[in-house]
């Protein structure tokens, strides 16, 4: 009785582990095909970074920090060249430049911080590598 009873207690959290190191391992190895991760104010944001190392950005995670910011489609008719369309339902990604330009009109305080802290984090190290 005392073996089953041991085996019970040290079962979720030995399942727990393995499942941890799983992810990972997973992450680790597909770090270099996956797009960087930042956050802004608790939100995570999915940044690609292309081999010309220009960052695009996805346009669903924008929506999320600036739920007043336009639509895809809306973003395809006015900058066709600064927006990268995907399959349908995953959204499409911004060049972070040109969100960079959007975002200079804005005249709330989140679109500002965004603003900030888009050139400072995304934009600026993205120049340098280039440089």
Avoid at 7 to 29: C, G, H, M, R
Avoid at 90 to 115: D, V
């Amino acid at each position: 009785m005392k073996k089953w009873l041991m085996s019970v207690i040290f079962i979720k959290p030995l399942l727990e582990l393995i499942a941890t190191a799983f992810y990972a391992a997973k992450a680790a190895a597909l770090h270099d095909l996956q797009g960087h991760y930042f956050m802004h104010r608790g939100i995570r944001l999915d940044v690609l970074e292309h081999a010309d190392t220009f960052r695009w950005i996805s346009t669903a995670d924008v929506c999320k920090l600036l739920p007043g910011f336009p639509g895809d489609a809306s973003l395809l008719n006015m900058h066709p060249a600064d927006v990268m369309p995907l399959s349908a339902g995953s959204g499409a990604r911004i060049k972070a430049e040109r969100l960079h330009e959007m975002l200079m009109k804005s005249q709330n305080a989140e679109g500002i911080q965004f603003r900030n802290w888009l050139l400072r984090e995304i934009i600026h190290p993205a120049n340098r590598a280039r440089e």
